[in-house]
């Protein structure tokens, strides 16, 4: 199963990691590696608290999300 994940930099230099399709699922890091294993760590969890509670587990809809740059 696979996720789009945001990464954003944060002014300070560390990175917050937030997966759409889960709401509340988010995570953060002070490198990029490290807010990615966060990340993937988290998406685990919430997946295994979906499966104890007995509720769905929210699969990716379809989303896409692309990089468009203008003028600089």
């Known amino acids: 199963m696979g996720y789009t994940v ?4 944060e002014a300070d230099g560390g990175y917050v990691v937030t997966v759409p399709a889960l709401p509340g699922c988010v ?3 002070g490198t990029r590696d ?6 993937r760590e ?4 919430y997946i295994e608290d979906c499966r104890d509670a007995g509720d769905p587990v929210p ?7 692309i990089d468009i ?4």
Not at 6 to 9: F, G, H, Q, W
Not at 69 to 72: D, I, K, P, Q, Y
């Open 34 to 39: 490290e807010a990615q294993r966060n990340i």
């Open 59 to 65: 699969e990716e809809a379809g989303r896409e999300y």
């Open 6 to 9: 945001i990464l954003e930099r």
């Open 42 to 45: 988290a998406i685990e969890l």
């Open 69 to 72: 740059r203008v003028g600089a």
């Open 27 to 29: 995570s953060q890091g």
